[in-house]
């Protein structure tokens, strides 16, 4: 016998701004009588979704009140950082309260004279043990002419949201944004762009619109009918947020300056796309339905955040919205960067996932010497892995098959980590057990071989003072300056150490976190530059004295410098490519194998 469900009463919520410069609204929230009937929790989540550390949303949170159905003031207690315990009414009731808004990022509030962003976890209180709730939300009292974006569907003035995890997947943004829209197989895509910038929304909207083509073509369609890009831009930041069927982005106007500005934008808006379906649809299962009230620490972040850093790079290359020459760059970068970082070996991919909300989120001074990115090492394994597949499939499928097979075989559900070796197993033909223990389980450090075989590349490792430009690679004092090295890097422009590299001349010669250099061998040093300078006065196996203030205290410290242990990375074609390796670059980028020097 089928049982009938009733629909549960709605939440409903209005949003009003108290003072937009003070960066304060105002948020009321009727429960109805069902709601709270023999009392309630209500609970605001201390994280969000996507962004994996406890920011304890309620401190953001005042001057609550509750009264009743009959408008009278009822009884509250709070049990907690983020929980009230608010007492039973006939007639529901009705909570008040106001939030600080000034946090301009894509997992914060953030309210001024220009606009709103409003994301749902921050924002609502929620009845503990009833997630099916559905609200409604209002906006009131808003300046005239600001409109609202978001992905919920509207119905006579409210936006509707069918549960409390739709509620927390989709901001808002309040403003005079502009409002561009395409359609592709189906479905349309909405982009509301705020903030003033010096580039072209048209090449902005191709590229978006060049994007979820490609991405369509690995799924084979979109899993929504309507999608929306929220683009914020504000100097000085950068940032995406996903959600199942929308995304919030932050970026810097001025980087529309450049080509390369561009680049970057569509990369991002490639990252967030993909998580469409890598992590918003096919994820771990600690990553929803979640507990927000609680860290949810998950093994996958190498698959859901490491793939999707590689696959933004596919997405852009087969869009053609970004050429070859700026991504190898970035992969050079990247390869570069977790060759060389001191903690390269010290922590694995699974390790880095689930440890993401204590180290990633809260890095130290001592992170690079201790811990992976499982974004950046998570991206460069992915690459390796998309090797070794094209390797097995003659070239025709990477890590773009790789997750189509998973989309066809797991769609909107979860998926464990069994299940992506399951079928990276049945793509490559063998077990890849010794490549997960090794890359995701291990530490063991990147190797480019299989790159470099199943693409005709080469990834060519170059000390500091082979790359030096022109002039300078034949005078012996800028060899010399390129070969020293301490192992120190610093704060910005100031003297002041940053980091010092385990087991390098300045870690045996005493220096540490936060000192300041302020001479070496008797000549002042005001800045990194010239801390930088002295040191290349001198050579490998030279001794220098290196005068440091460490809390208030002066000290001398005798430092033997060595030889810069460093490796760059480029990216070059192999001259003697064969047709199958053209093949499968050009199977795996959408572009032509580059003619000469890529
Ligand atoms: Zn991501």
Known sequence: MAVKQIPLEPVLATLRPVSLTMHEIEVELFFPAEAVEGGAVLALPVWTPGSYLVRD??????RLEVVDGAGQPSPFRKADTHRWRVEGSARGVKVT?????NDLTVRTNHVDAHHAHLVGAATFLYVEGQPARPYEVRFEGWPKGWRAATSLPRREGSYLAEDHDTLVDSPFELGTFRMHTFRARGCEFQVAITGQHPGDEGRIMDGAEAIVGAAARIFGGFPFRRYLFLLTFSP???GGLEHRDCTSLLADPQQLERAEGYYDLFTLIAHEFFHVWNVKRMRDAV??????QAENPSRLLWFHEGFTSFLQYDLVLKAGVAPWSWVSRKLAASWTDNT???GRLEQSLEEASFDAWIRHYKPTEFSANSTVSYYDMGAMVGWMLDAELRLATGGAKGLDGLFALLWERHGDGPVTDADVRGACRDL????PQAFWAAHIQGRAPLDAAGIEKAYGLRLNARAPWEALPGAEAEDPDALRRARVWAGLTFQGGAAVVQNVVPGSPAARAG???GMEILAVDGWRTASAQEVQGRL???GPGDQVQVLAAERGRLETFPMTLAENPQRAVHITTDPKATPAQKAAFQAWTGQPFPARRA
């Open 236 to 238: 000085k930041v950068r």
């Open 511 to 513: 220096l540490g976190y």
């Open 97 to 101: 309260y106001r939030l600080f808004c």
């Open 536 to 538: 290349g006065d001198a």
């Open 428 to 431: 490559l033909g063998r077990d």
């Open 57 to 62: 949303y309620a401190r953001f949170l005042d």
């Open 340 to 342: 060389t970082r001191a």
């Open 287 to 292: 990553l929803g339905p979640f507990d927000y």
